[in-house]
């Protein structure tokens, strides 16, 4: 595997289901990011985690639930959806570092759909 | 007023020609620039970063930043019936609740390159 993956591509959940979105990277960055794509609106920035330590929650609704084991895996964990948190969700990871900050690199991203 | 702005097309340019993609920002402490192209149904794929004033060129592409008139440009030579996508760019800005800088994304302008 190489580069950033994410499982599954497709998820079609109802609204009292409770499922998990995983992301693993393979490029030995030190931050991964949960983005949220919905058609006409710009990529929205949900959970930030530098070092495995969660440094933004950008007032994302407690039904998202983001872990972060270790550098390399983040979960974001679903419950109670509701149908317009129907969207593609992105994570992506980057290496901070002074020379090139904030290069961020996606996964192919997982397409929810809440019934 | 929002972070960053791109005109959201469609821009359709003749195969070989040059396509400009422009995209403006609020944020005058901004440092780092980026474009991403995401074909239909894809994750954004990171084609170029800029950091400093002035063109950077990589292959068929250029990069344009103008920090003092805040806007920075794509330009994409020979134009390819591969490059019909959308173009986000994304510029780092800090985010006034948390404190930390964060990639803020356009909603991205929908390029077609006609044969």
């Known amino acids: 595997e190489t580069g950033v993956t994410q499982t599954p591509r497709h998820l079609v959940m109802g609204m009292t289901n409770k499922k998990s979105l995983k992301c693993e990277q393979h490029?030995?960055?030190?931050?991964m990011y949960w983005y949220k794509q919905s058609a006409k609106k710009p990529l929205e920035l949900m959970f930030v985690y530098n070092f495995k330590e969660q440094t933004e929650n950008n007032s994302v609704p407690s039904r998202f639930s983001p872990e972060c084991p270790n550098s390399s895996h983040l979960f974001l964990h679903l419950h109670t959806l509701q149908p317009e948190d129907s969207a593609l969700y992105l994570c992506?990871?980057?290496?901070?570092?002074?020379?090139?900050?904030?290069?961020?690199?996606f996964g192919p991203g997982t397409r929810l759909t809440v019934t | 007023q929002k972070e960053v702005e791109q005109n959201s097309g469609p821009l359709s340019v003749p195969e070989g020609a040059i396509a400009s993609l422009n995209c403006t920002y609020s944020?005058?402490?901004?440092?780092?620039f980026f474009w991403y192209r995401q074909y239909s149904g894809k994750s954004p794929e990171l084609i170029m970063s800029?950091?400093?004033?002035g063109d950077k060129e990589d292959g068929r592409f250029t990069a344009q930043l103008n920090k003092a008139s805040q806007y920075v440009s794509l330009l994409i030579r020979d134009s390819q019936p591969s490059d019909s996508a959308t173009y986000l760019c994304?510029?780092?800005?800090?985010?006034?609740?948390?404190?930390?800088?964060?990639?803020?994304f356009g909603t991205g302008t929908r390029l077609t390159i006609i044969p």
């Open positions: 800029i950091y400093s004033n």
């Open positions: 944020d005058r402490g901004s440092q780092s």
């Open positions: 992506a990871s980057s290496q901070e570092k002074r020379l090139a900050p904030y290069e961020q690199y």
């Open positions: 490029l030995g960055h030190n931050a």
């Open positions: 994304a510029v780092n800005t800090l985010d006034a609740n948390f404190g930390n800088e964060k990639l803020t």
